[in-house]
Every structure is written in C-alpha cells, then in structure tokens.
C-alpha cells in the first residue's frame, strides 16, 4: 500500500496498492477516473460519455515513482 497526496492543493490522502515494476517504478489504478479509462463519466455534457482519460491515456493504470 502507498499513501498518495493529491488533488489541486496535494492536501487529498489516498491509499493505493502498489505493483513493483522495479527500477524505482510502481503501478497503481488511475486516479483520475478509477481504472476503468473513461473520463467522460464525469462530465459527459461537456466531452461526451466516452472521454478517453487524459492522465491514463484510457488504460486505468498510472505510474509512480516509489
């Protein structure tokens, strides 16, 4: 597990479990919109309901530096 701050004032806690990737690389679930890839759910008025995550690049994984 890793506790990650983030959000606009990286004051927001967050635990995430963590897949070694080596090299000082971590895995985690996107935190912008859950794992699933999709950010459209969240405002599909503005970008449509299927609005590719622009943080995952719509794969709902991420990399961290641990």
């Not at 897949?19 to 459209?40: H, K, P, Y």
């Amino acid at each position: 597990m890793m506790r990650i701050y983030c959000a606009r004032n990286c004051n927001t806690a967050v635990e995430r479990s963590v897949i070694d990737r080596g090299c000082g690389a971590g895995e985690i679930v996107c935190l912008e919109c859950g794992g699933d890839g999709n950010w459209g759910k969240f405002a599909p008025e503005e970008v449509g309901p299927e609005f590719t995550c622009p943080d995952c690049k719509g794969k709902g994984r991420m990399l961290v530096s641990i």
